[in-house]
């Protein structure tokens, strides 16, 4: 996977512990936003993936879907990322930017003839990228 950014390998890093930690922190009432924070946020990609792996076989069920029921907004958003591979999470955010252009391509799509045939191919571009 690589050696980028700054996040370095956690020592002593034990993939299961921390699939532990992590449905503990999502255990009972509440959630526990700084144990998901203290794990995730201090592992590499790799790490990330080995206790992805870790929390399936444990649990039996998927890390990104146990965490996304128990979290909401922003927070969700970057915890869901944290667990993608980079290229996977390069083709979600640009494919939610794709989207925002859309919205604002639309309201600009007024105008001549050739302006709004222009605009529409772009959309039916945009929606070929969006099934695939």
């Not at 034990?14 to 959630?31: C, E, I, N, V, Y």
């Not at 029921?69 to 591979?85: C, D, I, N, Y």
């Not at 494919?95 to 222009?118: D, N, P, T, W």
Request: glycine content about 8%; aromatic content about 6%.
């Amino acid at each position: 996977i690589g050696n980028r950014g700054t996040v370095t390998e956690a020592s002593g890093f034990d993939a299961a512990a921390d699939a532990q930690k992590l449905r503990g922190a999502m255990k009972g009432a509440g959630t526990d936003e700084a144990a998901i924070i203290d794990v995730l946020a201090h592992r590499t990609i790799a790490q990330r993936q080995r206790i992805k792996e870790a929390f399936k076989q444990t649990v039996g069920k998927e890390l990104a879907d146990e965490l996304s029921s128990e979290l909401s907004g922003t927070f969700k958003a970057v915890v869901l990322g944290l667990l993608m591979l980079s290229p996977v999470y390069d083709a979600y955010e640009l494919k939610s930017a794709m989207k925002v252009r859309i919205c604002h391509l639309v309201s600009f799509c007024e105008g001549s003839r050739k302006q709004i045939m222009l605009c529409n191919l772009f959309i039916n571009i945009c929606k070929a990228f969006d099934n695939k």
